[in-house]
């Protein structure tokens, strides 16, 4: 690979708009190792960065610490198979992942879902994006130094919507609960009615979290005017998610797609003004609100009937010849399955398209420029997990 | 949006020469695709983001498709003379499809919000198997195309990084092949141990009756003194 030159390159061969901060090496460029064994990388991600003082340069990601080749894993499975492995993904949210999977091969194979398993998704998926902005919110500020309580504080809310998981589908992170035409346990009504009381008790903690976070001197200044994003990078790049949203952009699938039962539920897509991290944090916030919105309106809505399409036969379950690309709006962006069926048991090709993955390609971009203290920041903001991203 | 056949005839009326062909999708996803000749295939790319009736200006997934060189069965119902009676006759013909490594280019709109459009190249050559690469076109190809040199060996010509990103360095097949074989043995590697302790050997007068199987040969001690 590529190695970072330590001593080549002067300031004025960089060309790069002046930056305020004045630490220098006499225009040396050094090189460091950021991670892979590092508490705000969240897992194992290095990046080589090459530092001018403080000020970051140049900066290479480093995959591949947890690559496990997942999508040769899946193509010599079958396609129940492979459902239990989705969770491994992106492991704060299984349901979403299950969701993704399911829904390419209902697609492949014409499947038709009933009412009340479409409700149940609807609940799962937002109850995971819920906690999966909570906890991001809580890992950033510990990122920037607050150790522990932030953390904590969001941490408590999610426990109680992985006691939910975990009353319904027995486990509390690798649920395994969707399945193709259906899910695979019904909710009671007393868990419907449980979690109806956490969503209901949920935008109190809302309050306090952002008052906590969201107005603090300490964070507005970490934060804002921080890895800006343009809207025209964004697009291009395939950012997706809370991310591209925080540039302005108006694209949430839930809304374009309107796939499952989403176009029946009322609720906004927030939008950012900057693209700076602190409009990424903002959109993590607000969009939590909406999923409340939403959940309110679905949990009383749950019909009654079936949980799962009775014509689909699991074992020995062979889609026809043919391909399809499902989406769903995951909580970190768009998370696809490309599936290729040829007729036998198992999916020729299985392709898993991760946000995460994705959303790093502009991390350089959102990083040149700043100190070095600010990429923990910057990486947290966009929000990666290093099960989908190495795969 | 437009069909599949409508796109097909403005791109090949805006790109000089290109061949582009729809490739059916036999199943129930109705996600048929365009398959671009190599050649073309930037200004193919170009043409599909800048339009303004189609926008494609997001490039969402990028994959690569290994096809290994299959035999297709065919039926063909034939009409012969069979004891002076014309009947029609089951033919079975087999037909060789050569394989090829394909890339996969999902492109949807965000101005527009629509699609997706599937287009594909394909690569003949395993040995040697070049595609034009679309980052320059859209930048979210850029890491995907870098897994799939990865994964699959094609080399993207025009890619401004294109380097292995998941496999270490060091890796020297593309595991996502279909006809790629694992290692019997992933523990082994090479370390700075086996020489050393070839080398060591070569200090003991050989032992057979103790040592077992261990014979240091003679040219093992030439290859170790050179």
Redesign the interface.
């Known amino acids: 690979?590529?190695n970072l030159s330590a001593t080549v390159e002067t300031i004025e061969a960089m060309e790069r708009p002046p930056v305020t901060m004045t630490s220098r090496l006499d225009g040396e460029l050094l090189e460091v190792s950021m991670g892979p064994q590092h508490p705000s990388t969240h897992g194992v991600f290095r990046m080589n960065v090459a530092l001018e003082g403080e000020i970051v340069r140049k900066l290479k990601p480093v995959?591949?610490y947890l690559?496990r080749?997942h999508?040769?894993i899946g193509e010599n499975t079958s396609y129940l198979g492979s459902m239990p492995y989705t969770d491994r993904l992106d492991y704060f949210c299984s349901m979403t992942n299950n969701w993704a999977y399911a829904l390419s091969v209902e697609?492949?194979?014409?499947i038709e879902v009933p009412e009340r398993a479409e409700y149940l998704r609807v609940i799962l998926a937002e109850l995971t994006r819920l906690q999966n902005h909570a906890s991001l919110l809580g890992f950033l500020l510990s990122d920037m130094g607050a150790w522990g309580t932030p953390l904590m504080y969001a941490f408590r809310e999610r426990e109680k919507i992985l006691d939910l998981f975990e009353s319904l589908s027995g486990s509390r992170m690798m649920c395994d609960y969707m399945r193709f035409g259906g899910c695979r346990v019904d909710a009671s009504d007393e868990w419907l009615a449980a979690a109806k009381k956490i969503v209901d008790r949920f935008p109190k903690f809302l309050d306090e979290f952002e008052k906590l976070i969201l107005q603090n001197e300490i964070v507005i200044a970490r934060t804002q005017n921080v890895g800006n994003l343009s809207p025209e990078?964004a697009?291009?790049?395939?950012?997706?998610g809370p991310m591209l949203r925080a540039c302005g952009?108006n694209?949430d699938i839930r809304k374009?797609d309107s796939y499952g039962i989403y176009p029946r539920f009322k609720f906004r897509v927030p939008l950012g003004d900057h693209g700076d991290t602190y409009d990424r944090l903002m959109m993590r916030a607000l969009e939590m609100r909406e999923s409340v919105e939403i959940l309110k309106q679905a949990l009383p809505q749950i019909p009654a009937g079936p949980i799962v399409n009775p014509k689909v036969k699991l074992r020995a379950f062979r889609?026809?010849?043919?391909?399809?690309?499902g989406?769903i709006e995951a909580p970190k962006g768009?998370l696809?399955f490309?599936l290729?069926?040829d007729g036998g048991p198992n999916p020729?090709?299985y392709?898993v398209?991760p946000p995460s993955?994705?959303n790093?390609?502009?991390l350089e971009d959102l990083c040149l420029g700043h100190v070095v203290a600010d990429v923990m920041v910057i990486l947290g903001s966009i929000d990666i997990v290093m099960g989908e991203v190495?795969? | 949006m437009e069909t599949l056949e409508q796109i097909k005839n403005r791109a090949e009326l805006a790109a000089r020469g290109a061949r582009i062909e729809v490739v059916t999708n036999p199943g129930p996803s109705q996600q048929s695709s365009l398959l671009i000749d190599n050649e073309h295939a930037v200004e193919v790319a170009k043409f599909l983001r800048d339009h303004p009736a189609l926008s494609f200006d997001f490039c969402s997934n990028v994959t690569g498709v290994d096809w290994l060189e299959r035999t297709v069965r065919k039926t063909t119902k034939t009409k012969q003379v069979v004891d002076g009676v014309e009947k029609e006759v089951d033919q079975a013909s087999e037909e060789k499809v050569p394989g090829y490594l394909e890339a996969v280019y999902h492109l949807y709109s965000m101005k527009l919000k629509h699609g997706p459009i599937i287009i594909r190249m394909r690569a003949p050559n395993r040995n040697d198997a070049r595609l034009p690469s679309l980052t320059p076109v859209w930048r979210s190809a850029e890491l995907q195309e870098r897994e799939i040199f990865d994964l699959y060996g094609i080399h993207f010509d025009g890619h401004p990084d294109l380097r292995r990103i998941l496999m270490w360095d060091e890796f020297k097949d593309h595991p996502m092949r279909k006809d790629y074989e694992q290692p019997d043995d992933f523990e082994w590697e090479p370390t700075p141990h086996d020489e050393v302790l070839v080398r060591a050997k070569t200090h003991y007068t050989p032992r057979p009756e103790i040592d077992g199987a261990e014979k240091i040969t003679a040219t093992d001690r030439d290859s170790l003194n050179h």
């Open positions: 690979m590529e995959f591949g690559h080749n999508e040769q697609k492949l194979a014409g990078l697009i291009s790049a395939g950012i997706t952009v694209y374009v889609p026809p010849a043919g391909e399809a690309y989406r768009e696809g490309y290729i069926s020729y090709r392709r398209r993955f994705i790093l390609t502009v190495d795969r």
